[in-house]
C-alpha cells in the first residue's frame, strides 16, 4: 500500500511538473480548431473570414456626418463576399450602369451590393429612383478624401483653347482618374474592394466573373497576392516596350498595408497632372507604378508580386470589338459563335465570364454593344428579371398594334359556308 501511495505522490508530482505544457498544448489545439472555422468545405480561406476593418483605419472625422463617404460605405453599402462592389457614374453613363447591372442579374449576382459613385447630382437622382444603390460625390466629399484641388471640373473650351470634343475628353479623362483615388481612400479605411467600369456585361452565370475573381486570388494566389486584375493584351501580344498593360475597368484589391501603400503613391504621381490632359488616364498612371519602378527589373518584379493576372480568355477586353467590328466580320455571327471559332479551343470551349467594351465612347458603345447583343437598356423584360421599374428607364416602346382579325368568308349574301 504504501508503494502504490508513493507511486500517486511522484505521478501527481509528474503531471505538476508538465501541466504548465499540457495547458499549452491545449489552447494551441483550441486555437487551431477556431481557425479552421473560418475556412470554407473546399479549405479556402475567404474574404468573409476577414474583417473589413482587420487593417487599422485612418484617423476619420469626429463625428461622421452621414453626406461623406465613409459614413455612406459603413452604414448603406452592401458589400458582396466581404468586398465593396464599386463603379464610378455620371450621367453621360448611367445607362450603361443599369446596362452592367441587367446583367449582373442575368448570371444570378446581387444587384443592389455595386455602388454607384455618382459625380453629377442628376445621375445620382436616376439611379436612386430606380432603387440602386448610389452616392452623389458632392464638393465636401472630394475635400473628404484629399482631392480637393484636382477634383473633376467642367471646361469651357474657348477658355483653354479647346474644341468642345476634346474639353469633353478632358472631362472624362478627370473621372477617369478620380477611380483610383476612391479606391485609394476605401482601402485606407480597412474596405477590400472590387473596382468595376460601367461598360462591362457579364454574360457567364456558373461561376459568374466576380465569383471567380474571389476565388482565384484565394485558390491560386500566394500570401503575398493582395490584387487580381484583368489584362489589357491577349496572349502573346506582350511587347519589351509596354510590358504586362493591366486593364483597370474590372480589378480586385485586398485593404493591406502594401496596397495602401502602393495606391497612395499612384494618387501622388497623379496630382500633378493638368485637368485639360486628354490622354492621361488611371490606366496609364496605374501601369506606370510598375513600368517606372526604380532600380533594375527584380525592383519591378518586386512589385508585381502582389498582382494576379486574371485570364484574358475569360475576362476580355474591348479590344475584342476593335478586332470585329461589323464592316469586318459577318453580321449574322454572334459573340458566342465567334469567340468559340477564335478562342474556344484555347479554354476547351470554356466562355468567358465578362466583356469590357471599352476604348469607345457614348454612342459608338452602345452600337457595338447592340451588334454583339449585349445592350439590354431597351428590354423591359430584362428589367422585370431584375426587379427594376423600367417604366423610369425613359424608353418609349412602339406601340402595340391590336391582333388582325380576320372577316369570315360568305358565300352568296349574308349567308356563311
Known sequence: MRVGQGTSRALGSSLNVFRPVLVLVLACLIAVGQAETDLDPEGRRDFEARPLGALAPAAAPTPLRNDSLLWFMQNRAVPYRGVLLLSVVNKDTQRSMVNMLLTMSRVGLPIHAPVALCTDPESDRFLASLGINSFYVHDGVWGEIGWDKERPRTLVPSENKMTPATAKNAERKQVNRSKIVFVSYLLRHGFNVLLLDNDIVMVRRSPNGIDAAIDNIHNFGTVDTHIAITVENPPGQLTEKHGHEYNTGFYLVRSAPETVQMFQEVVENMRPILPTETEIGDQRIFNDY????????????????????????LYMSGRLTLWVHPDKCCRNTNMYSWWQSNWGAERDGELPYMFHFNFEFGDQKVRSMEYWKQWHYP????????????????????????????????VGRNKTA
Open 290 to 313: 510598375f513600368r517606372k519602378a526604380p532600380g533594375t527589373n527584380e525592383a519591378k518584379h518586386e512589385r508585381r508580386k502582389h498582382v494576379m493576372e486574371l485570364s484574358w480568355f
Open 379 to 410: 428590354d423591359p423584360a430584362m428589367w422585370r428579371a431584375a426587379g427594376l421599374p423600367f417604366e423610369l428607364s425613359g424608353v418609349k416602346l412602339p406601340p402595340t398594334r391590336p391582333p388582325t382579325v380576320t372577316p369570315t368568308p360568305t
